[in-house]
């Protein structure tokens, strides 16, 4: 079954560098999106991305983030500068139509700012 | 706007026993529901969903939902709970409008030997 992956797992960093997490959706899919879950707290939308543009984004994706499909295959989230606060699990996900259907989550990147 | 209210940050049941998560909702156009489940240091898995048709929905490890419009409920029941049921359980809402899924907070369930 196809699936969403994931790289890397573990991600330790200085606050104030530059992180890339990267995602590979499923191939068919058509939209893409980052959420991220700190420690203990609940599952929070990033972003989403179709057409080689955000689709809607949420407050926390403020202008240290970015995303990018650089290749047609990969889906990546940069952090421009690194926060304390943005230690999380950062999940990536996809789908094949728009709107609530079935979003096919990866297996997370566990980031850790120091 | 969606939301998305878990009763129970923690439960606890005995193995054997009925397993029942509880999930409201808030929605001004008719919703999608999702259950999710996380395992320690793992990513989230489809338990069930709701979208349209039936109101009664069979998942994944004998996990089903109800999703009750009158109440705005979608809980989670499961007839006896194993061991391996052992996880956090997050249930989610979304439209056929909206790009994001809006999850609640989560319940940890506890199965007692």
């Known amino acids: 079954e196809p699936e969403v992956t994931q790289t890397p797992s573990h991600q330790v960093t200085q606050m104030g560098q530059e992180v890339i997490l990267r995602c590979v959706p499923i191939?068919?899919?058509?939209?893409f999106y980052w959420y991220r879950q700190i420690l203990g707290q609940k599952v929070e939308f990033l972003v989403s991305f179709y057409n080689n543009e955000i689709s809607e984004k949420s407050e926390i994706f403020d202008d240290q983030f970015s995303v990018e499909r650089p290749d047609g295959s990969n889906f990546t989230l940069k952090i421009r500068s690194t926060k304390l606060e943005d230690s999380a699990m950062y999940f990536c996900a996809s789908s094949s139509t728009r709107g609530g259907e079935t979003q096919y989550f990866g297996p997370g990147t566990r980031l850790l700012v120091l | 706007a969606q939301s998305v209210t878990q009763l129970g940050s923690h439960v606890s049941v005995s193995e054997g026993a009925l397993v029942l998560l509880r999930c409201n909702y808030s929605?001004?156009?008719?919703?999608?529901l999702f259950w999710y489940v996380q395992y320690p240091n793992q990513g989230l898995q489809l338990l069930l969903k709701y979208t349209t048709g039936a109101t009664l929905v069979k998942g994944i490890n004998g996990f089903e939902a109800e999703f009750k419009k009158s109440e705005t409920s979608f809980h989670l029941t499961k007839p006896s709970a194993h061991m391996s049921d052992a996880a956090e359980y997050f249930c989610?809402?979304?439209?056929?409008?909206?790009?994001?899924?809006?999850f609640g907070k989560g319940t940890r369930l506890h199965i007692l030997p």
């Open positions: 929605s001004s156009v008719p919703p999608y």
């Open positions: 989610a809402v979304s439209t056929n409008r909206d790009d994001k899924i809006i």
């Open positions: 191939s068919n899919h058509l939209y």
